[in-house]
C-alpha cells in the first residue's frame, strides 16, 4: 500500500484542520469520505468515534503533523482540476512557503489555542441539539461527545456552569428514561440530573 496520502484525504485533513481538528463526519461528508477516513484512521491520522448516530472526526498529532508536509490537493492523470482546487493548492503552496520563512509548520498555524472545557461542552451541546437547539440533550450523549474527558472533572464544570447559570441541568420524569439514564447521572448530594440544556 502506498505512503502516499491522495488529493482528497489531504483535502479532509485540511478541512478538519480548518474547523480546529474536530467535526461531526457530516460537516465534512463527501462522496468517498468512508474510505478515505478509514485509511486516514489506520495511519493513525484521525480517531474515529460514535456520537448519538452520527461519526466524529479528530485530528491526532500524527494528522496535525502530517498538515506541516507540503502535499496536493490537485487529482493526479489527464483530467484538469477544477478552478476552486486549483485556487486552493495556489493557497496552499503559499501558505507552506511563508510557514517555512518563519520556521514552523502551517498545521502550527490552523491548530487552535487552548480550548477551555466550557467552551467543549457548549460546542458539544449544540452539534447534537442543533442551533438553534431543538430539545435538550441527555447527559449520556453528552458523555459520549467528550469522551476524553474524565467524569469528575466534567461534572465539577458542569456544576459550575449551572451556579454561574450558564446552564440548565435537569432530571427526567420517566422511570424507563430514568433507569437507561441513571449510569450517565451526574450526581450532586441527594440530586440527579440527567438532562443539559444551555440557551443561545
Do not use: C
Request: aromatic share 4%.
Amino acid at each position: 500500500m502506498s505512503s502516499e496520502k491522495t488529493p482528497n484525504q489531504q483535502l479532509l485533513l485540511l478541512h478538519l484542520g480548518l474547523l480546529g481538528g474536530r467535526a461531526l463526519q457530516r460537516e465534512v461528508e463527501y462522496k468517498k469520505i468512508a474510505k478515505d477516513r478509514k485509511a486516514l484512521e489506520r495511519r493513525g491520522f484521525l480517531a474515529v468515534a460514535k456520537q448519538g448516530h452520527f461519526l466524529s472526526l479528530k485530528l491526532e498529532e500524527d494528522g496535525w503533523d502530517e498538515l506541516t508536509r507540503p502535499a496536493s490537493v490537485l487529482p493526479k492523470g489527464k483530467k484538469k482540476p477544477s478552478r476552486e482546487r486549483t485556487i486552493l493548492q495556489l493557497l496552499l503552496n503559499a501558505l507552506h512557503g511563508d510557514a517555512s520563512r518563519r520556521s514552523v509548520g502551517i498545521g502550527e498555524i490552523l491548530r487552535p489555542g487552548p480550548t477551555s472545557l466550557q467552551q467543549r461542552i457548549r460546542r458539544a451541546f449544540f452539534e447534537i441539539a442543533g442551533n438553534p437547539p431543538r430539545d435538550s440533550v441527555r447527559l449520556s450523549a453528552l458523555r459520549a461527545s467528550l469522551y476524553d474527558v474524565p467524569r469528575q472533572q466534567l461534572d465539577e464544570v458542569l456544576l459550575a456552569m449551572r451556579s454561574a447559570r450558564e446552564i440548565n441541568l435537569m432530571n427526567l420524569d420517566n422511570p424507563p428514561d430514568i433507569k437507561a439514564e441513571e449510569p450517565s447521572a451526574l450526581r450532586d448530594g441527594n440530586r440527579h440530573y440527567h438532562v443539559l440544556w444551555i440557551e443561545r
